[in-house]
């Protein structure tokens, strides 16, 4: 493995794993807010029991989060020097900002947790929001810095040396809106129905328990509200990369030849060597109407791009078309749950718990498709991976040491998370 | 004299005693955990996790203000650091995931002391409470002496001066942490135990100190700093001989300010000594005055929660 390669697949690695506690942090804390507002509205106390359960899992995400993003802040640097020795002061904004933000969360989180009888009741409430909005800010702030890499603007080039920098320009480039609602919408959702599914499957076990239906249902409402506006911000990020990053567009879909009113492509597997694509399924007109809202738009197609500009075509694709169908697949879904829940039925407990995953799935999908689809270039169209990586050789040890630490951590995290949160309250605690 | 490059670099070093003070202790909590014993072994580390459980998380937040100051400031600087101190970093780092590992799993674990796997996390947690402390002493010595940029990999920080400025550093916040427990329970017998063991720091502390002293002569510490470091530490021993537990635990922080700021006043205008100045490594004015007013606003921000949160557990 080069040093490059061990490099990018640390980094990947990393930030697969942080993204995982990082999007918990940024939504439990709304199901926590529901269950205790809906606690205060009609005082039955198995809301705030649930509410504190919650709570005491979200402190166990926040810590192991907390570690691997420190832990993050310094890869940027170990791993990509020269790239943060352009980008740090145009980025740094953002950044900076989200050290903020995760404190004011941790102090909150501090009184919300340990605050439950010494604070009045509305205060630990609000306690509770600002986590919430310090938590979302968090990520939307990091998601800006990201937004950046693939749209950089705030700055000018002078002799390759960037100067008149402007911060705030930078961190409110063209992406951040798209990516940022895109993201958050996607931290909801993945969270909603990870939750949903563990409560489902303790349902199935005892299904008169209360406790999990209350839990069931709050966590479905926001999950499953999330999974039906995501297509439609999906689609914003989608027409957003046709047009300021034509090259990705068509990894996505193995675009190869330029044409009007393109198609389509659902499934397939690229052929990069021939520019072609096996087995897919053609939609006639409909890349060109999503991309650009217009049925004979001219979608460009990898063929105008020099090969050296080309991202790894087949992962970028595959990546893209496991978001979308699980896109697809959880807002159907939620639909269903939805009119389940209308007419008075059971929710369908089976299809929960196997849908748990998928939220998380589409997620990493689509962080593959924003970061790979990028590729080769690690600041689109300023400077290449390759060019930022460290000088530092044998990078395959730290590569192989994190994916075994971090290995270790998630494998704690589960057991703990299985020990406090998922086991049923005991009778006597919800009477 | 005062401009926006000299108050970054002021914000760098604070950040950077903040970390000291509170992940510091922490770490060294972490070493009083390994070395618990005697009649009281398992009252010394409940105390010791009653401790440090609230904030712990919190705590890294300084050193990732270190690296964001760093890298938005004087980004030249932070890239030279992170190519010629990659092995300790990394190590460091390594450090950090473990013991949060460790202790996350001991704080919200049931099991029973004297179960094996108890243990194990136990000697994990405080492994990683000695090696990541070693870690960042050894970057500040490597930066102090000059060493930075190397010429190879480990020439860079594996020598002499900054691997005992990493030993120095762990028994450093050995002390901070023993100064600090007494104050944390009213258990005299307890509060004892950790005297016992601030004094027995201090003497390693000073003897280590000594020695890097003299494997670094040439080093332009101003003999004021000296002076002022020697007070102190005869103050935080007469404390704690005496049973002043209030007094010793603010001396023992004010002897941490005092080394850091010591050490920054020694060097500066250099933030890469013998050759790179902060002014050479700053980026252009218009980001850093962004960057203070983003500092200015997280004060705002942050004092007043900070003091919220105070208030409710202090009413207890
Ligand atoms: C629950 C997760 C989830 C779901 C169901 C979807 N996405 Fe997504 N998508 C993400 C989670 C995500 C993400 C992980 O959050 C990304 C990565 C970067 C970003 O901004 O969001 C992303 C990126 C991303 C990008 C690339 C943006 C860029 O590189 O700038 C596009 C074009 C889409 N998505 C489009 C869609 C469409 C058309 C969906 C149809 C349903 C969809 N996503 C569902
Ligand atoms: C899209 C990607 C990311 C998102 C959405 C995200 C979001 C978050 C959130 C919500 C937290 C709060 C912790 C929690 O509640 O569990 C957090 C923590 C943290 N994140 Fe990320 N993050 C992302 C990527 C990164 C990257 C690339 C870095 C590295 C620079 C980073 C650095 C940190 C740090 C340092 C912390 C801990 C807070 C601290 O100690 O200051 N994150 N992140
Ligand atoms: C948390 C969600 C994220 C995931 C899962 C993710 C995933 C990835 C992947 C798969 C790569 C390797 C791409 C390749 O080399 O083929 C990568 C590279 C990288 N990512 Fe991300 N990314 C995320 C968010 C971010 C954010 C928020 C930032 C910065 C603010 C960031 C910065 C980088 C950098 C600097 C690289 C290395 C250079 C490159 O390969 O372009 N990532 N990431």
């Known amino acids: ?431 | 004299m005062i401009d926006e490059v000299t108050l970054l670099a002021t914000a760098l070093m604070v950040s950077l005693i903040l970390y000291a003070l509170t992940a510091g202790a922490d770490f060294g909590g972490g070493v009083w955990d390994m070395l618990s014993g005697g009649a009281r072994k398992s009252e010394q580390r409940h105390l010791i996790a009653r401790a440090l459980a609230p904030i712990w998380e919190a705590n890294h937040v300084w050193l990732v203000l270190v690296v964001v100051l760093l890298f938005v400031a004087f980004p030249s600087a932070f890239a030279t650091l992170m190519i010629w101190l990659h092995i300790p970093l990394t190590i460091m780092l390594v450090g950090i995931v473990l013991r949060g590992t460790a202790f996350t799993f001991r704080h919200y674990d049931p099991l029973g002391e004297t179960d094996p796997r108890m243990q194990r996390w136990s000697l994990q947690f405080a492994a990683a409470s000695v090696m990541t402390p070693i870690m960042l002493g050894v970057c500040v010595g490597a930066v102090a002496s000059g060493r930075v940029p190397g010429t190879t990999f480990t020439d860079s920080w594996w020598h002499g001066f900054p691997v005992a400025l990493g030993f120095f550093t762990l028994a450093l916040f050995a002390f901070l942490a023993a100064c600090y427990l007494p104050l944390e329970t009213d258990d005299p017998a307890l509060q004892d135990d950790f005297r016992k063991r601030a004094l027995g720091a201090a003497v390693v502390t000073a003897l280590l100190g000594w020695l890097c002293r003299g494997l670094a002569p040439h080093l332009p510490i101003p003999l004021g700093i000296e002076i002022l470091v020697a007070v102190i530490g005869v103050l935080a021993v007469g404390s704690l001989w005496t049973r002043r537990y209030w007094l010793a635990r603010s001396m023992a922080a004010l002897q941490v300010v005092t080394i850091l700021w010591g050490w920054g006043l020694s060097q500066f205008p250099y933030i890469l000594p013998p050759t790179l100045t902060f002014h050479g490594a700053a980026a252009p004015q218009s980001v850093l005055r962004v960057m203070l007013t983003a500092l200015g606003v997280g004060g705002v921000l942050l004092v007043p929660s900070f003091l919220y949160l105070y208030r409710v557990f202090k009413r207890q």
Not at chain 1, 32 to 45: C, N
Not at chain 1, 180 to 205: D, E, P, R, W
Not at chain 1, 241 to 246: F, M
């Open chain 1, 1 to 431: 493995m080069s040093d490059l390669l061990a490099a990018r697949s640390q980094m990947a690695m990393s930030l697969a794993f942080h993204i995982v506690f990082a999007v918990v942090g940024m939504a439990m804390p709304l199901l926590m807010l529901v269950a205790e507002g809906l606690w205060l509205k009609r005082g039955d106390p198995v809301y705030r029991i649930l509410a504190e359960r919650w709570s005491k899992g979200t402190a166990i995400m926040f810590a192991v989060g907390a570690v691997s993003g420190t832990v993050l802040s310094f890869e940027l640097g170990l791993l990509w020097p020269q790239f943060m020795e352009y980008a740090g002061p145009i980025i740094g904004m953002p950044f900076s900002l989200e050290g903020l933000a995760f404190f004011l969360e941790a102090i909150f989180l501090g009184v919300y947790l340990y605050g439950w009888d010494r604070v009045p009741r509305s205060a630990h409430f609000l306690c509770g929001v600002a986590v919430l909005a310090s938590g979302t800010m968090s990520g939307i702030l990091v998601v800006c810095a990201n937004a950046w890499m693939n749209h950089p603007v705030g700055f000018q080039l002078v002799d390759g040396r960037p100067t008149d920098i402007d911060p705030l320009q930078a961190m409110l480039n063209p992406g951040s809106f798209a990516q940022g609602l895109h993201m958050t919408i996607a931290a909801f959702q993945s969270v909603g129905f990870a939750v949903a599914g563990i409560h489902a499957f303790m349902l199935l076990k005892d299904r008169q328990n209360r406790f999990h239906r209350l839990a069931l249902n709050i966590a479905l409402l926001v999950g499953g509200v999330a999974a039906l506006v995501q297509p439609f911000s999906g689609d914003i990020s989608a027409r957003l990369v046709a047009r300021t990053q034509p090259v990705k567009l068509a990894a996505m879909e193995s675009h190869f030849k330029t044409e009007a009113g393109a198609p389509l492509l659902i499934g397939g597997i690229p052929d990069v060597e021939h520019e072609t694509v096996h087995f897919g399924i053609e939609i006639p007109y409909g890349l060109s109407l999503l991309a650009f809202h217009d049925p004979h738009a001219v979608v460009r197609g990898l063929a105008d791009f020099p090969r050296d500009e080309w991202p790894p075509v087949p992962i970028v694709h595959f990546a893209f078309q496991i978001m979308v169908g699980i896109g697809t697949g959880m807002a159907l879904l939620a639909l269903y749950c939805f009119w389940r829940l209308f007419v008075g039925k059971e929710q369908p407990l089976g299809l929960l718990i196997l849908a748990s995953p998928l939220g998380l799935i589409a997620l990493e999908a689509g962080w593959v498709v924003t970061e790979v689809g990028r590729q080769p270039w690690i600041i689109y169209g300023f400077m290449r991976t390759s060019e930022a990586v460290t000088p530092v050789p044998n990078l395959i040890v730290p590569f192989t040491t994190f994916s075994l630490l971090y290995l270790g951590l998630a494998f704690t995290t589960l057991s703990l998370l299985g020990a406090h949160v998922v086991r049923s309250p005991k009778a006597r605690e919800v009477q």
